[in-house]
Protein backbone atom coordinates (compact mmCIF):
# COMPACT_ATOMS: atom_id res chain seq x y z
CA UNK A 1 0.00 0.00 0.00
CA UNK A 2 2.91 2.33 0.48
CA UNK A 3 4.47 2.36 -2.67
CA UNK A 4 0.90 3.01 -4.45
CA UNK A 5 0.08 5.48 -2.05
CA UNK A 6 3.46 7.46 -3.06
CA UNK A 7 2.97 6.76 -6.69
CA UNK A 8 -0.18 8.35 -6.22
CA UNK A 9 0.80 11.69 -3.93
CA UNK A 10 3.84 12.21 -6.63
CA UNK A 11 0.90 12.69 -9.66
CA UNK A 12 -2.04 14.21 -7.36
CA UNK A 13 0.24 16.97 -4.94
CA UNK A 14 3.56 18.80 -5.00
CA UNK A 15 5.12 16.41 -2.11
CA UNK A 16 6.29 19.54 -0.16
CA UNK A 17 3.25 21.70 0.81
CA UNK A 18 0.78 19.11 0.19
CA UNK A 19 1.05 15.20 0.43
CA UNK A 20 -1.18 12.14 0.75
CA UNK A 21 -1.31 10.21 4.09
CA UNK A 22 -2.04 6.87 4.99
CA UNK A 23 -2.91 4.96 8.20
CA UNK A 24 -4.53 7.89 10.45
CA UNK A 25 -2.20 6.54 13.36
CA UNK A 26 0.75 8.00 11.43
CA UNK A 27 -0.78 10.81 10.46
CA UNK A 28 0.60 14.22 11.42
CA UNK A 29 -1.90 15.86 13.49
CA UNK A 30 -2.09 19.77 13.54
CA UNK A 31 0.40 20.63 15.84
CA UNK A 32 2.92 19.71 13.48
CA UNK A 33 1.70 22.26 10.68
CA UNK A 34 -0.31 19.76 9.01
CA UNK A 35 -4.39 20.00 7.94
CA UNK A 36 -6.64 17.11 6.38
CA UNK A 37 -8.53 18.42 3.49
CA UNK A 38 -9.86 15.23 2.30
CA UNK A 39 -10.24 11.98 3.72
CA UNK A 40 -11.08 8.25 1.82
CA UNK A 41 -11.62 4.62 1.94
CA UNK A 42 -9.42 2.66 -0.26
CA UNK A 43 -10.99 -0.46 -1.85
CA UNK A 44 -7.92 -2.63 -3.34
CA UNK A 45 -8.21 -5.51 -5.74
CA UNK A 46 -6.85 -8.46 -6.56
CA UNK A 47 -5.06 -7.62 -9.29
CA UNK A 48 -3.32 -4.45 -8.53
CA UNK A 49 -6.36 -2.26 -9.27
CA UNK A 50 -8.09 -0.14 -6.34
CA UNK A 51 -10.00 3.26 -5.79
CA UNK A 52 -10.17 5.81 -3.08
CA UNK A 53 -13.38 6.60 -2.29
CA UNK A 54 -14.22 9.93 -0.79
CA UNK A 55 -15.87 9.69 2.79
CA UNK A 56 -17.78 12.84 3.06
CA UNK A 57 -21.04 11.21 2.46
CA UNK A 58 -22.48 7.66 2.06
CA UNK A 59 -24.03 8.94 -1.09
CA UNK A 60 -20.84 9.92 -2.68
CA UNK A 61 -19.20 7.13 -1.60
CA UNK A 62 -21.88 4.64 -3.24
CA UNK A 63 -21.69 6.62 -6.70
CA UNK A 64 -17.65 6.69 -6.51
CA UNK A 65 -18.29 3.13 -7.27
CA UNK A 66 -19.10 4.25 -10.91
CA UNK A 67 -15.13 4.28 -11.49
CA UNK A 68 -15.52 0.16 -11.48
CA UNK A 69 -17.22 -1.57 -14.19
CA UNK A 70 -16.67 -4.73 -12.98
CA UNK A 71 -15.73 -7.25 -15.55
CA UNK A 72 -17.05 -10.71 -14.58
CA UNK A 73 -20.28 -12.25 -12.60
CA UNK A 74 -18.47 -13.03 -9.62
CA UNK A 75 -17.03 -8.78 -9.61
CA UNK A 76 -20.62 -7.87 -10.17
CA UNK A 77 -21.84 -9.43 -6.73
CA UNK A 78 -18.52 -7.85 -4.93
CA UNK A 79 -19.62 -4.91 -6.27
CA UNK A 80 -23.29 -4.97 -5.41
CA UNK A 81 -22.54 -5.83 -1.83
CA UNK A 82 -19.99 -3.10 -0.87
CA UNK A 83 -22.36 -0.89 -2.28
CA UNK A 84 -25.02 -2.01 0.29
CA UNK A 85 -22.29 -1.85 3.21
CA UNK A 86 -21.56 1.59 1.69
CA UNK A 87 -25.27 2.60 1.87
CA UNK A 88 -25.50 1.60 5.46
CA UNK A 89 -21.89 3.16 6.52
CA UNK A 90 -20.34 -0.10 7.34
CA UNK A 91 -17.49 -0.53 4.41
CA UNK A 92 -16.31 3.13 5.27
CA UNK A 93 -15.55 1.81 8.81
CA UNK A 94 -13.26 -1.21 7.51
CA UNK A 95 -11.77 0.11 4.35
CA UNK A 96 -8.17 1.46 4.98
CA UNK A 97 -8.15 5.12 5.39
CA UNK A 98 -5.99 7.79 3.14
CA UNK A 99 -6.06 11.39 3.20
CA UNK A 100 -5.20 14.70 1.48
CA UNK A 101 -2.95 17.17 3.75
CA UNK A 102 -1.57 20.63 2.91
CA UNK A 103 0.49 22.87 5.24
CA UNK A 104 -1.48 25.63 7.48
CA UNK A 105 -0.06 28.25 6.38
CA UNK A 106 -0.98 27.70 2.68
CA UNK A 107 -4.57 29.69 2.22
CA UNK A 108 -7.21 27.90 0.21
CA UNK A 109 -6.89 30.22 -3.05
CA UNK A 110 -3.36 28.71 -3.55
CA UNK A 111 -4.29 25.46 -3.68
CA UNK A 112 -4.61 24.99 -7.12
CA UNK A 113 -1.08 25.13 -7.05
CA UNK A 114 -0.53 22.53 -4.76
CA UNK A 115 -3.54 19.98 -5.50
CA UNK A 116 -4.44 18.64 -8.87
CA UNK A 117 -7.76 18.55 -7.84
CA UNK A 118 -8.14 22.36 -6.96
CA UNK A 119 -6.81 23.09 -10.00
CA UNK A 120 -9.73 20.86 -12.03
CA UNK A 121 -11.93 22.15 -9.74
CA UNK A 122 -10.92 25.76 -10.44
CA UNK A 123 -10.82 25.25 -14.28
CA UNK A 124 -14.15 23.87 -14.33
CA UNK A 125 -15.72 26.07 -11.88
CA UNK A 126 -17.06 23.22 -9.94
CA UNK A 127 -16.31 24.57 -6.16
CA UNK A 128 -18.78 22.40 -4.15
CA UNK A 129 -17.74 19.22 -5.04
CA UNK A 130 -15.61 16.24 -3.83
CA UNK A 131 -13.74 13.62 -6.00
CA UNK A 132 -13.02 9.43 -5.93
CA UNK A 133 -9.38 8.09 -7.43
CA UNK A 134 -9.15 4.95 -9.65
CA UNK A 135 -5.73 3.93 -9.46
CA UNK A 136 -5.76 1.91 -12.98
CA UNK A 137 -4.68 -0.94 -14.23
CA UNK A 138 -1.09 -1.83 -12.75
CA UNK A 139 1.73 -2.13 -15.72
CA UNK A 140 3.58 -0.01 -18.26
CA UNK A 141 0.68 2.19 -18.97
CA UNK A 142 -0.86 2.95 -15.39
CA UNK A 143 -2.45 6.42 -14.70
CA UNK A 144 -5.25 7.65 -12.50
CA UNK A 145 -8.38 8.77 -12.96
CA UNK A 146 -10.49 11.44 -11.03
CA UNK A 147 -14.05 11.14 -10.82
CA UNK A 148 -15.50 14.96 -9.57
CA UNK A 149 -18.65 14.49 -7.58
CA UNK A 150 -20.94 17.15 -7.25
CA UNK A 151 -22.30 18.11 -3.37
CA UNK A 152 -25.78 15.90 -4.69
CA UNK A 153 -24.00 13.05 -5.34
CA UNK A 154 -23.63 13.72 -9.26
CA UNK A 155 -21.17 12.71 -11.43
CA UNK A 156 -20.04 15.94 -13.61
CA UNK A 157 -16.75 14.87 -14.94
CA UNK A 158 -13.66 12.37 -15.23
CA UNK A 159 -10.53 13.10 -15.27
CA UNK A 160 -7.07 11.26 -16.82
CA UNK A 161 -4.10 12.19 -16.09
CA UNK A 162 -0.97 11.32 -18.10
CA UNK A 163 1.97 11.48 -15.41
CA UNK A 164 4.83 9.86 -17.52
CA UNK A 165 6.36 9.32 -21.17
CA UNK A 166 3.75 6.48 -22.20
CA UNK A 167 0.45 7.81 -20.17
CA UNK A 168 0.88 11.59 -21.69
CA UNK A 169 0.90 9.73 -24.94
CA UNK A 170 -2.08 7.93 -24.43
CA UNK A 171 -4.03 10.93 -22.88
CA UNK A 172 -3.08 13.18 -25.73
CA UNK A 173 -3.75 10.29 -28.19
CA UNK A 174 -7.53 10.19 -27.11
CA UNK A 175 -8.05 13.59 -27.24
CA UNK A 176 -7.17 13.29 -30.68
CA UNK A 177 -9.50 10.60 -31.06
CA UNK A 178 -12.05 11.65 -29.56
CA UNK A 179 -11.81 15.41 -31.48
CA UNK A 180 -11.65 13.46 -34.93
CA UNK A 181 -14.46 10.85 -34.20
CA UNK A 182 -17.21 13.43 -32.70
CA UNK A 183 -16.96 15.35 -35.53
CA UNK A 184 -18.35 12.90 -37.41
CA UNK A 185 -21.76 12.49 -35.59
CA UNK A 186 -22.57 9.20 -35.50
CA UNK A 187 -26.13 8.11 -35.60
CA UNK A 188 -25.69 4.23 -33.60
CA UNK A 189 -22.90 5.49 -31.42
CA UNK A 190 -22.22 8.25 -28.94
CA UNK A 191 -18.38 9.32 -27.39
CA UNK A 192 -17.79 11.64 -24.55
CA UNK A 193 -17.36 15.30 -24.81
CA UNK A 194 -14.42 16.68 -24.01
CA UNK A 195 -14.94 19.28 -21.19
CA UNK A 196 -10.85 20.38 -21.02
CA UNK A 197 -7.38 19.56 -21.81
CA UNK A 198 -4.42 21.19 -20.60
CA UNK A 199 -1.06 20.96 -18.64
CA UNK A 200 -0.41 20.93 -14.74
CA UNK A 201 3.20 20.74 -13.17
CA UNK A 202 4.09 18.59 -16.30
CA UNK A 203 1.21 16.22 -16.11
CA UNK A 204 -1.55 15.91 -19.35
CA UNK A 205 -5.25 16.19 -18.40
CA UNK A 206 -7.88 14.93 -20.00
CA UNK A 207 -11.33 15.92 -18.86
CA UNK A 208 -14.53 14.55 -20.03
CA UNK A 209 -17.91 14.46 -19.78
CA UNK A 210 -19.74 11.67 -17.82
CA UNK A 211 -22.51 9.46 -19.37
CA UNK A 212 -24.20 6.63 -17.77
CA UNK A 213 -23.43 3.55 -18.61
CA UNK A 214 -25.93 1.22 -19.36
CA UNK A 215 -23.76 -2.13 -19.33
CA UNK A 216 -25.21 -5.11 -20.56
CA UNK A 217 -24.29 -8.01 -18.35
CA UNK A 218 -24.19 -10.65 -21.27
CA UNK A 219 -22.20 -13.57 -22.59
CA UNK A 220 -18.89 -11.32 -23.18
CA UNK A 221 -18.84 -12.76 -27.36
CA UNK A 222 -22.58 -11.30 -27.90
CA UNK A 223 -22.00 -9.16 -30.07
CA UNK A 224 -25.25 -7.26 -30.82
CA UNK A 225 -26.57 -5.57 -33.76
CA UNK A 226 -26.08 -2.18 -32.65
CA UNK A 227 -22.59 -2.36 -32.00
CA UNK A 228 -21.85 -3.69 -35.57
CA UNK A 229 -23.62 -0.68 -37.21
CA UNK A 230 -22.07 1.63 -35.19
CA UNK A 231 -18.94 -0.06 -35.80
CA UNK A 232 -19.93 0.13 -39.87
CA UNK A 233 -20.54 3.79 -39.68
CA UNK A 234 -16.62 4.60 -38.04
CA UNK A 235 -15.78 1.71 -40.79
CA UNK A 236 -17.29 3.48 -43.65
CA UNK A 237 -16.70 7.05 -42.89
CA UNK A 238 -12.96 6.69 -42.37
CA UNK A 239 -11.54 3.69 -44.06
CA UNK A 240 -9.06 5.00 -46.73
CA UNK A 241 -7.77 3.00 -49.15
CA UNK A 242 -3.89 1.46 -48.95
CA UNK A 243 -2.22 -1.20 -50.89
CA UNK A 244 -1.56 -3.86 -48.00
CA UNK A 245 2.46 -3.55 -48.54
CA UNK A 246 2.15 0.07 -49.03
CA UNK A 247 0.00 0.89 -45.85
CA UNK A 248 0.91 2.62 -42.87
CA UNK A 249 -0.24 -0.37 -41.45
CA UNK A 250 1.92 -2.97 -42.76
CA UNK A 251 4.97 0.04 -42.08
CA UNK A 252 3.75 0.09 -38.45
CA UNK A 253 4.22 -3.65 -37.83
CA UNK A 254 7.31 -4.28 -39.97
CA UNK A 255 9.01 -1.11 -37.32
CA UNK A 256 7.59 -2.84 -34.53
CA UNK A 257 8.61 -6.12 -34.97
CA UNK A 258 12.12 -5.02 -36.05
CA UNK A 259 11.77 -3.02 -32.47
CA UNK A 260 11.35 -5.83 -30.63
CA UNK A 261 12.98 -8.45 -32.70
CA UNK A 262 15.80 -8.67 -29.94
CA UNK A 263 13.37 -9.07 -26.64
CA UNK A 264 11.63 -11.88 -27.61
CA UNK A 265 12.16 -15.68 -27.85
CA UNK A 266 13.41 -17.14 -31.04
CA UNK A 267 9.82 -18.82 -30.93
CA UNK A 268 8.05 -15.72 -30.54
CA UNK A 269 10.02 -13.84 -33.20
CA UNK A 270 8.70 -17.51 -35.63
CA UNK A 271 5.41 -17.26 -34.59
CA UNK A 272 4.97 -13.43 -36.06
CA UNK A 273 7.36 -13.82 -38.53
CA UNK A 274 5.18 -16.92 -39.80
CA UNK A 275 2.39 -14.77 -39.50
CA UNK A 276 3.28 -11.73 -41.15
CA UNK A 277 3.86 -13.61 -44.29
CA UNK A 278 0.99 -15.63 -44.30
CA UNK A 279 -1.00 -11.79 -44.72
CA UNK A 280 1.95 -10.69 -47.05
CA UNK A 281 1.09 -13.99 -49.48
CA UNK A 282 -3.07 -13.18 -48.95
CA UNK A 283 -3.13 -9.90 -49.75
CA UNK A 284 0.43 -8.86 -51.25
CA UNK A 285 -0.80 -5.46 -53.51
CA UNK A 286 -4.19 -5.73 -52.82
CA UNK A 287 -5.60 -2.52 -51.66
CA UNK A 288 -7.91 -2.94 -48.49
CA UNK A 289 -9.73 -0.23 -47.13
CA UNK A 290 -8.14 1.03 -43.45
CA UNK A 291 -10.09 2.76 -40.46
CA UNK A 292 -10.21 4.13 -37.59
CA UNK A 293 -10.43 1.52 -34.51
CA UNK A 294 -11.74 3.16 -30.92
CA UNK A 295 -8.94 0.43 -29.61
CA UNK A 296 -10.44 -1.00 -26.50
CA UNK A 297 -14.11 -1.63 -27.62
CA UNK A 298 -14.82 -4.42 -24.90
CA UNK A 299 -18.28 -5.53 -23.02
CA UNK A 300 -16.95 -3.25 -19.65
CA UNK A 301 -16.37 -0.31 -22.12
CA UNK A 302 -19.30 -0.22 -24.19
CA UNK A 303 -23.32 0.13 -23.15
CA UNK A 304 -26.78 0.46 -25.16
CA UNK A 305 -28.72 3.74 -24.46
CA UNK A 306 -31.93 2.33 -25.24
CA UNK A 307 -33.74 5.49 -25.25
CA UNK A 308 -31.56 7.06 -28.14
CA UNK A 309 -30.87 3.39 -29.60
CA UNK A 310 -27.47 3.87 -29.77
CA UNK A 311 -23.82 2.25 -28.43
CA UNK A 312 -21.87 4.05 -25.82
CA UNK A 313 -18.04 3.56 -25.54
CA UNK A 314 -15.43 5.13 -23.57
CA UNK A 315 -11.74 4.40 -23.21
CA UNK A 316 -10.24 5.60 -26.91
CA UNK A 317 -7.04 5.92 -25.38
CA UNK A 318 -5.86 3.29 -28.23
CA UNK A 319 -7.29 4.26 -31.25
CA UNK A 320 -5.94 4.88 -34.21
CA UNK A 321 -6.30 5.63 -37.98
CA UNK A 322 -5.25 3.53 -40.55
CA UNK A 323 -6.26 0.10 -38.40
CA UNK A 324 -7.11 -3.21 -40.24
CA UNK A 325 -10.55 -3.22 -40.63
CA UNK A 326 -12.50 -5.24 -37.67
CA UNK A 327 -9.84 -4.63 -35.26
CA UNK A 328 -13.27 -3.56 -32.60
CA UNK A 329 -15.22 -6.30 -33.66
CA UNK A 330 -12.57 -8.80 -33.33
CA UNK A 331 -11.42 -7.41 -29.64
CA UNK A 332 -14.71 -7.15 -28.62
CA UNK A 333 -14.90 -11.11 -28.89
CA UNK A 334 -11.74 -11.99 -27.88
CA UNK A 335 -12.48 -10.43 -24.81
CA UNK A 336 -14.07 -13.37 -23.68
CA UNK A 337 -11.34 -16.04 -24.96
CA UNK A 338 -9.91 -18.14 -22.46
CA UNK A 339 -6.79 -20.00 -24.40
CA UNK A 340 -9.41 -22.73 -25.63
CA UNK A 341 -9.55 -22.02 -29.81
CA UNK A 342 -12.49 -24.43 -30.02
CA UNK A 343 -13.99 -21.73 -27.58
CA UNK A 344 -12.88 -18.83 -30.24
CA UNK A 345 -14.58 -21.21 -33.39
CA UNK A 346 -18.28 -21.26 -31.82
CA UNK A 347 -17.87 -17.32 -30.96
CA UNK A 348 -17.58 -16.79 -34.55
CA UNK A 349 -19.82 -19.66 -35.44
CA UNK A 350 -22.56 -17.78 -33.49
CA UNK A 351 -21.91 -14.35 -34.43
CA UNK A 352 -22.79 -14.06 -38.45
CA UNK A 353 -24.61 -10.52 -37.58
CA UNK A 354 -20.75 -9.12 -37.85
CA UNK A 355 -21.20 -9.89 -41.77
CA UNK A 356 -22.35 -6.81 -42.65
CA UNK A 357 -19.56 -4.94 -41.43
CA UNK A 358 -17.23 -6.75 -43.35
CA UNK A 359 -19.16 -6.30 -46.92
CA UNK A 360 -20.06 -3.07 -46.31
CA UNK A 361 -16.64 -1.99 -46.86
CA UNK A 362 -16.01 -4.91 -49.63
CA UNK A 363 -14.42 -7.02 -47.33
CA UNK A 364 -15.35 -10.84 -48.62
CA UNK A 365 -16.00 -12.90 -46.05
CA UNK A 366 -12.95 -15.40 -46.28
CA UNK A 367 -10.69 -12.82 -45.54
CA UNK A 368 -11.83 -12.95 -42.15
CA UNK A 369 -9.46 -14.95 -40.66
CA UNK A 370 -6.61 -14.15 -41.93
CA UNK A 371 -7.85 -10.12 -40.92
CA UNK A 372 -8.24 -11.66 -37.20
CA UNK A 373 -4.67 -12.80 -37.39
CA UNK A 374 -3.36 -9.16 -38.94
CA UNK A 375 -5.02 -7.83 -35.51
CA UNK A 376 -3.87 -10.41 -33.19
CA UNK A 377 -0.14 -9.53 -34.11
CA UNK A 378 -0.69 -6.24 -34.37
CA UNK A 379 -2.34 -6.40 -30.44
CA UNK A 380 0.95 -8.54 -29.82
CA UNK A 381 3.50 -6.36 -30.72
CA UNK A 382 1.50 -3.36 -29.56
CA UNK A 383 1.95 -4.97 -25.90
CA UNK A 384 5.32 -5.75 -26.45
CA UNK A 385 6.63 -2.23 -27.31
CA UNK A 386 5.10 -1.20 -24.36
CA UNK A 387 6.31 -3.63 -21.90
CA UNK A 388 9.80 -2.45 -23.76
CA UNK A 389 9.51 1.04 -23.24
CA UNK A 390 8.45 0.07 -19.59
CA UNK A 391 11.67 -1.50 -18.73
CA UNK A 392 10.70 -3.57 -15.75
CA UNK A 393 9.92 -7.45 -16.00
CA UNK A 394 6.45 -8.64 -17.13
CA UNK A 395 3.84 -9.11 -14.25
CA UNK A 396 2.69 -13.06 -14.31
CA UNK A 397 -0.58 -11.76 -15.77
CA UNK A 398 1.14 -10.30 -18.65
CA UNK A 399 3.59 -13.26 -19.74
CA UNK A 400 0.17 -15.19 -19.50
CA UNK A 401 -2.13 -12.93 -21.85
CA UNK A 402 1.42 -12.72 -24.18
CA UNK A 403 1.20 -16.58 -24.25
CA UNK A 404 -2.58 -17.19 -24.67
CA UNK A 405 -2.29 -14.80 -27.64
CA UNK A 406 0.81 -16.15 -29.19
CA UNK A 407 -1.24 -19.70 -29.13
CA UNK A 408 -3.91 -18.70 -30.61
CA UNK A 409 -2.28 -16.42 -34.01
CA UNK A 410 -0.12 -19.88 -34.05
CA UNK A 411 -3.06 -22.40 -34.10
CA UNK A 412 -5.15 -20.31 -36.37
CA UNK A 413 -1.88 -19.36 -39.03
CA UNK A 414 -1.11 -23.09 -38.97
CA UNK A 415 -5.36 -23.78 -39.73
CA UNK A 416 -5.29 -21.13 -42.38
CA UNK A 417 -2.40 -22.90 -43.92
CA UNK A 418 -3.97 -26.45 -43.92
CA UNK A 419 -7.66 -25.66 -44.47
CA UNK A 420 -6.96 -21.97 -46.00
CA UNK A 421 -9.52 -20.30 -43.89
CA UNK A 422 -9.35 -20.94 -39.86
CA UNK A 423 -12.60 -20.73 -37.95
CA UNK A 424 -16.05 -21.64 -39.92
CA UNK A 425 -17.67 -18.31 -40.01
Request: proline letters at 5%; glycine letters at 6%; hydrophobic letters at 40%.
Amino acid sequence: MESVIEWLGSILTDGKQSKLGYNRELWPDDSCGWREIYDFGWVPLKDGRGYLLPLSSRQNAVNALKLYIPQNFTARIAKRLLTETLKWGVAQLLLPKVCVLVRHDVPPKDRNQILLVEHVREVLGFRDSSFAVSLGTPGPQRKPVLMVISDKGASMAYVKIGWNEQTRRLVENEKHALEVLRGHAFEYGILPRVLHSGEWHGKSLLVIEPFAMHVRHCKRSRLGTLHVQFLTEVAKRTSVMQEFMQSVFFLRLMSGLNTIRGDISSHELRVLETSLDLLTSRFGSAELPWVWRLGDFTPWNTGVDMNQNRVQAIDLEYAQDKSVPGWDIFHFLSSSFNGNIDQLCAIYSANRRMLPYFRSIDIAPESIPWLYVAYLLDLWIMWALMWKAYSKPKSPEAIKTFRKHLVLMETLTERIKSKGGGCPL
